[in-house]
């Protein structure tokens, strides 16, 4: 009768009760890693989603909204609100304020430099933006089963001082502490795989939606200095008919 109380005793939570600073440290770290990954979990995912959602209607809009004279209006129209538009707009801009002629740094290289160099800006800084959050979501993935790891180590000694103080080292004292102390372990565990789960699946969501941008980048550079080489061409052949 009595070693079954004691067995029921056993636990997370007797165990939580008898840690000490170090396991209740411990045992804080993983739960700040636990929320600051679910958190990240939820709102990337939300935010992939819409930002999906609403890519997908602009470049719908986009590539069947008419022919190119109307090209600015109809971006600047339009709500800049994912990557793809704002990657338009910045293309659009850069094509108008090289075709102005300043004479400035930032146009001298021409028309096709220029418009190189924003485009691939832009996309740099998409890619920055898309990686907000997955430092955290590794560190979590890495660190974790580490921390949980350390935390069942301290837990087994400090549970094997308290038997020895106690003077009772036989099987059945022995291995309710110690078996709790692996809880520490098991939530390291479970505290890492979603985290290098969501890592994964967020770094290849990363790396298709950065295709796609840079093959529309490719699509506005063509649009944007095909249309110039064509007028460039049209004003030669109306200066020479003349």
């Not at 994912?82 to 028309?111: I, P, Y």
């Amino acid at each position: 009768m009595e070693q079954s109380v004691v067995v029921e005793g056993l636990g997370f939570a007797h165990f939580l009760a008898h840690s000490d600073i170090v396991g209740r440290i411990v045992l804080g770290m993983l739960l700040a890693l636990s929320l600051a990954s679910w958190y990240l979990i939820v709102t990337k995912w939300l935010a992939n989603y819409l930002a999906q959602r609403q890519a997908e209607g602009f470049l719908k809009r986009f590539w069947q909204g008419g022919s190119r004279s109307g090209l600015g209006q109809r971006i600047r129209a339009e709500k800049i609100d994912n990557a793809f538009a704002r990657l338009a707009l910045s293309a659009v801009d850069a094509a108008e304020e090289a075709a102005q002629g300043d004479d400035n740094l930032a146009t001298a290289g021409g028309l096709a430099e220029y418009l190189t160099r924003t485009l691939n800006n832009s996309i740099d800084q998409e890619a920055a933006a898309s990686e907000h959050g997955l430092t955290v979501l590794a560190s979590a993935g890495s660190a974790a089963p580490y921390i949980g790891l350390f935390g069942t180590v301290w837990g087994i000694y400090h549970a094997l001082v308290q038997i020895g103080l106690s003077g009772q080292g036989t099987l059945d004292k022995v291995a309710g502490p110690v078996g709790e102390a692996l809880i520490m372990t098991a939530l390291g565990l479970a505290v890492a795989i979603p985290a290098v789960l969501a890592y994964n699946a967020f770094s290849r969501r990363n790396r298709l939606w950065l295709a796609r941008l840079e093959g529309f980048a490719h699509d506005l550079y063509v649009l944007l200095t095909v249309k110039n080489e064509s007028a460039g061409t049209s004003t030669a052949n109306s200066q020479r008919g003349a």
